[in-house]
């Protein structure tokens, strides 16, 4: 069994920084992709970033230059520091992990249970 568990979230006011945190654990023979997703009250989940394991990093247009995404390959996490932050960042953010749970099986898709982010005054 596989889990991702995120952490860091809350309530922060408008120009302020929050740091992501999401550890994968338990049967984990490789993590390829790794990234965070989004999701406001009436929309669509929407990508934040992807990180690649080779630390190849890929941003919505809406986070450039705010947000940083990065990777501890070693203990399987990813995190996601946001600073700057604006009202249209409220979510709830989701990890994502793309994990083979053996040498020969195949990728599968994982995800967090979401963090609740709020940006407001």
């Known amino acids: 069994q596989v889990q991702l568990v995120e952490s860091g979230g809350g309530l922060v006011q408008p120009g302020g920084s929050l740091r992501l945190s999401c550890a994968a654990s338990?049967?984990?023979?490789?993590?390829?992709?790794m990234g965070w997703y989004r999701q406001a009250p009436g929309k669509q989940r929407e990508l934040v970033a992807t990180i690649t394991s080779g630390g190849s990093t890929n941003y919505a247009d809406s986070v450039k230059g705010r947000f940083t995404i990065s990777r501890d390959n070693a203990k399987n996490t990813v995190y996601l520091q946001m600073n700057s932050l604006k009202p249209e960042d409220t979510a709830v953010y989701y990890c994502?992990?793309?994990?083979?749970?053996?040498?020969?099986?195949?990728?599968?898709?994982?995800w967090g249970q979401g963090t609740q982010v709020t940006v407001s005054s």
């Open positions: 338990g049967s984990i023979f490789s993590i390829n992709a």
């Open positions: 994502n992990a793309d994990i083979r749970r053996t040498g020969w099986g195949r990728f599968y898709s994982y």
